[in-house]
Structures are given as C-alpha cells and as structure tokens.
C-alpha cells in the first residue's frame, strides 16, 4: 500500500490517502494544508485525477482554495473526482437548523460550474454533519463531485454511513456491481413519452372536431366548457414534453458535449451546416457556385471598403468663393417683411409647407419680429450664370 498525508492544524484538518498501487498508478501529485491532489491511472487504463479536499473553516480561506484548485484544473486535464470536508453547502435545502450564507454558496456553486463537476447523491441520509452537543443543526457538508467522464466508465453509488464519535458521518463512494437487468427508468420515460403523445392527439382531435362544430352552429354551454378544459390539457401535456426533451438535451450535453466524442462533432456539424452559405442572390439571379459565391462576397466586402470615384471631383472656376463686398453684405442683410410675404404669395400651394397666409399676419400682428420667420432664402444681388457661380465640375 502507499499513502500521502497532510499534519493537522491541533485537531482541525489532517488529510490521508492510502491506495493500492495495483488498482491506482501514481504519475504526478500535488498538497497543501487543505486538499492532496493525486493524478494516476486505474488498472493502466483510466487517467485521472483523484483530490482529497479539506474546506477551511472561514470563508476567505475557502474562497482561497478554490481559486487554487480552479488554476489546477488547466494544468491537470483529465477526468476528476473530488471527495472530501468542504465545509460549505449547495443550496439552502442541505442545512437544517443553522444560518444562511449566501454568498459561500453562490462561491461554492461557482466552483462546481467552473470544474465541470456533478455533485453525486447521497444514499442512506441526508445530512453528514451535526452540532455534537445539542444535535439540533444539521448540514450536508461531506460529498463527492465528479467529472462526466467517471459515470460513463464506472456505477458509482454514494452512501451515507452511521456517524459514531465525530460530528461528521463518514461516506463512501464504491461501484454497484449488482446486475439489475434493462434499466427501468429508461422504459419508464419513454412510456411516459408515448402515453403523453396519445393523450396529446387525442386532445388535439377532439378540439379539432368542436372547431368543425362552431363552423356549423353556437357551441352549447357544455360545449365550450369542454373546449376550454381540452386547450388547458393540450397546453398542460405541451409543455411536460417540451421540459422532458429540454431535460434529456441538457443530460446527453452534460455527458456528451464538448468532449472530442461523437455528439460533440455531430453538434459541431449541425452547427456549421446551419452557418453555411450555400446560395446567394445576385441582382436576381441565384448563384450557388463556391467559387462565384466566394468571388461575389469578396467583391461586397471590397465594394463596402473602397470609393466608388477613383479620382475626387475639384471645383474650378472663376467664382471659387463669394468673397467680401458689396455681394457679401448684401447676403448677410437681414430679411424685411415685405420680401417674405410677397415670396410667401408668390409660391404655389404645393410649395408653401406649414401655416398659411392670414396665420403669418396674426404672426406678426403678435409682435414677432420678421426675421423668426423664414420660409425661404433670397438672392439679395442678381445671381450670375450657374456654371460660372459654382464653377465647372471636372
């Protein structure tokens, strides 16, 4: 046998492993005060990763070795198994009699997210620890977390044993060797899927037929009664087979995804394929070519980041500014009321947007100066030829 152990802090913590070096072959390892962490194989053939964990009593010190056993898990890729003392719970449901700690939970979970691990269940009790004096707060703090990988290669059963001495009860993590034959709860979820699916179509043809019936006639009290009882069962089975399906994807993903296994390239491919660009329309015409697809994007994307004109337009001319005199001032010249009515008058219906001509006298019988009032803009010298004003476009 060989083993590997952590000293005790007086008589809190103390870590030892002890394993036959036939069933486990130990190739790299690592320890502090608070876990030992061994990476090996199982009969030559199982690599692994096996941490015997000891959570510190505080919460910082807690917080401390996950962030360290969170920085190990990229250094040691295989399949782990964490057991141990983690002085912290999941949830809510695993304390009984003792006080909140949201946020060592919401740590805790955290750190189950983060290492990809699945919290095994226990059999036999409910509770690993107790207050040794008056056995009145109870809490699940003892476990065993898990990669995907473990439960695919081994049937592992966690129980709780009797606690005798310490406050903690011991567990146990062993394979359930015992052949039960074809799983049963497999053949129950698809009978259950199956008697759904009945009950669905029969549902949906007896709503089917009243709605042939409104067609005809007024459905009867009874009548619509039924109708409204049938579309809350349809919703009802609706929706207990959308969660099985959500419930069996999330299973086979937690198993199965992204994990260089055939689920995972299948979704890959799926993916990719639902990506792809098989066919593009241009101007009208379809185009399904690689090549001419590949061309026709390549030009999209080169039109988008270049410049329709390859030689800018420069203006030339002897008109190239306004300058300053006598055309200068007589265009910054404020506009007289009479100009603005008179050009008002002079518009045609469709030309003259926003308030009509008695609302401009009541605008200015207000008070409002003539110059708030601007409809349109007024040579104030006599305008040259258009090209020698903006000069020759070249």
Known sequence: MEFMSVDSVGSAGGLLCIWNPVVFQLKNCCCNRNFILLAGSIFFSFNCVIVNVYGPNDPVGRKRVWDILVNLKSQFLEPWCLGGDFNEIKSISERKGCSRRDKGMREFNELIEQLEVFDLPMCGRKFTWCHSQE??????LDRFLLNPEWLQTFNFKLWGLPRLVSDHCPIILMEDERDWGPRPFRGG???????????????????????????????????????????GDAWQLSKMLERMWFQKSRLKWALLGDRNTPFFHAMARCRSNRNAICSILVSGITVEEPLAIKAEVFKHFSNMFEESWRVRPTLNGPFKSIGEGHDSGFLEAEFSEEEILSTIKSCGGNKALGPSVSSVYQWFELGFGANSLIYTVLWKAPAPPRAQFFGWLV
């Open 135 to 140: 056995g009145d707060r109870w809490s699940r």
């Open 189 to 231: 979820i698809r009978r259950c899927l199956e008697m759904w699916k009945c009950k669905l179509k029969a549902t949906d043809e007896e709503v089917h037929a009243l709605d042939l019936v409104v067609e005809a006639r007024v459905l009867s009290a009874d009548e619509v009664a039924r109708k409204r009882e049938l579309k």
